[in-house]
């Protein structure tokens, strides 16, 4: 079943921003944690950011840390990630996923996952 659906990816030039969105049609996960994966090309999939269900607590993987910002709206049913500054190596298929314990970057695997949305970044 689908659970979590990510969209918003595209082709953006090295320096442009772009702005990921994530959703749950089928049931709320307001009461969840949720969170930002990526796999680039021939590469494992990494942690690169998480927020807890309230909003309060977030995390980063270093390599995004200062240019990319996660953000929710419980009532939307939703997760952002606003992604600026972005460079070659952000170019990859980035998954949203979710929950209920915030693992932060030690989140790997677990919970529930979208089917990915493709970034690309020019040089």
């Known amino acids: 079943q689908v659970q979590l659906i990510e969209s918003g990816g595209g082709l953006v030039q090295a320096g442009g921003s772009l702005r990921l969105s994530c959703a749950a049609p089928g049931r709320s996960f307001s009461s969840y944690s949720m969170g930002w994966f990526r796999q680039a090309p021939g590469k494992e999939r990494e942690f690169v950011a998480a927020i807890s269900w309230g909003g309060g607590t977030t995390d980063y993987a270093d390599s995004v840390k200062g240019r990319f910002t996660i953000s929710r709206d419980n009532a939307k049913n939703a997760v952002y990630l606003q992604m600026n500054s972005l460079q070659p190596e952000d170019t990859a298929v980035y998954y949203c996923?979710?929950?209920?314990?915030?693992?932060?970057?030690?989140?790997?695997?677990?919970?529930?996952w979208g089917q990915g949305t493709q970034v690309t970044v020019s040089s």
């Open positions: 996923a979710s929950d209920p314990t915030f693992y932060g970057r030690a989140w790997y695997g677990s919970g529930y």
